[in-house]
């Protein structure tokens, strides 16, 4: 059984940075697939970014490139998310994702088995 625990969300304003943390257990982070979606009120969960298990590749959502990285530290077992030069439209409720399968797409929120619980992102403009 995989457990993710995400936080750092909070309040920030436009072209401001926050990092947010995600603590697994149960699986080493390099292992598995893991990834951050997020969900703005009134909208479906989307993708953000994901590294790969194993040598860790890295995606992201065309809206983040370039402002977000994605990263990992196995010997706190944590992934992380940089936000830098945020946005009011970046504002939603982001949550750390794992999955333990192999194959199928890292884009999509069904193919994730283990969700943390959500952190609030809101940026102001």
């Known amino acids: 059984q995989v457990r993710v625990v995400d936080s750092g969300g909070g309040f920030v304003q436009a072209g401001g940075s926050l990092r947010l943390s995600c603590a697994a257990s149960?699986?080493?982070?390099?292992?598995?697939?893991m990834a951050w979606f997020r969900q703005a009120p009134g909208k479906d969960r989307e993708f953000v970014a994901a590294?790969?298990?194993?040598?860790?590749?890295?995606y992201y959502a065309d809206s983040v490139k370039g402002r977000f990285t994605i990263s990992r530290d196995i010997a706190n077992n944590s992934m992380y998310l940089q936000m830098n030069s945020l946005k009011p439209e970046d504002t939603a409720v982001y949550y750390c994702?794992?999955?333990?399968?192999?194959?199928?797409?890292?884009?999509?929120?069904?193919?994730?088995?283990?969700w943390g619980q959500g952190t609030q992102v809101t940026v102001s403009s």
């Open positions: 149960g699986r080493t982070v390099s292992s598995a697939t």
């Open positions: 994702a794992a999955r333990t399968r192999i194959g199928g797409s890292y884009y999509s929120q069904y193919e994730y088995n283990y």
């Open positions: 590294i790969r298990y194993g040598a860790g590749s890295t």
